[in-house]
């Protein structure tokens, strides 16, 4: 199986791509893994050869182009797999793409420590999947109505429950998303990597 994940190594706003890209070859040891900047991958000549896309974008205020824009939306319709982590949603700066994430960051209060709790669910993802507490970004999101989807994992913060992470189809594709991951901390709890690798395998059609 290959994968490619995409990362800022040298343009990040907050999130570095650098040593959080060693923790995803490390978790995801399966894979087949190509790791880059270079966001002309996007465009579907590219993708085509992978099996999984993960993005870890830092790309805050610059859009996507259209050509790769419709080159990631092609991937996932065609049957490709899609795993958005953390800052990774960012690629919301074009709408088609919010859509395709299944929500849009809106904000975040400080880091904190919060305490994550699996929604319980039919998600083959789930299994073997327990509560755990994390030093991380409470990421708030607007959901997209017109998206049918399966939150996985919630967060407790200002009294209420937020959602963390969620996977929906789309076309053939598969997409996975997950909030923490926010450094490379957070990619060494024993319950974030197992659930990287899930959603991973998941989205890849695995199982």
């Known amino acids: 199986m ?3 994940i995409f990362g800022e190594y040298t343009k990040a706003t907050y999130h570095p791509f ?6 995803f ?10 790791c880059t900047e270079d966001y002309e991958q996007f465009k579907a000549a590219n ?28 991937y996932v319709c065609g049957g490709g797999g899609l795993l958005v982590v953390h800052n990774g949603i960012s690629i919301q700066s074009r709408f088609e793409l919010a859509q395709l994430a299944g929500a849009r960051f809106t904000s975040h209060p400080e880091m904190k420590m919060l ?3 699996p929604v319980p669910s039919w998600h083959m993802i789930m299994e073997g999947i327990e509560g755990f507490s994390l030093m991380e970004e409470p990421y708030q999101f ?5 998206c049918e989807k399966t939150t ?18 789309y076309g053939l594709g598969r997409v996975v998303y997950l ?24 989205a890849a059609s695995q199982y």
């Not at 650098?18 to 923790?23: A, H, K, L």
């Not at 610059?62 to 092609?74: F, K, N, P, V, Y």
């Not at 607007?142 to 017109?146: G, K, L, P, W, Y």
Request: charge should be negative; glycine fraction near 4%.
């Open 47 to 74: 993708l085509k050869k992978f099996d999984l896309c993960i993005s870890y974008t830092d790309h805050w205020t610059e859009r996507l182009s259209d050509e790769q824009t419709a080159g990631l939306l092609s």
């Open 179 to 202: 909030s923490p991951g926010h450094s490379v901390d957070s990619f060494l709890d024993p319950m974030v990597k197992k659930m990287i690798l899930k959603s991973a395998q998941w």
């Open 115 to 117: 305490s994550y709790y």
């Open 142 to 146: 607007e959901f997209d109505a017109f």
């Open 25 to 34: 070859v490390k978790i995801l040891s399966e894979f087949d893994i190509e």
């Open 18 to 23: 650098e040593g959080v890209d060693r923790e």
């Open 152 to 169: 996985l994992l919630e967060y407790e913060s200002e009294g209420k429950r937020w959602p963390a992470a969620w996977a929906l189809n």
């Open 2 to 4: 290959k994968a490619i």
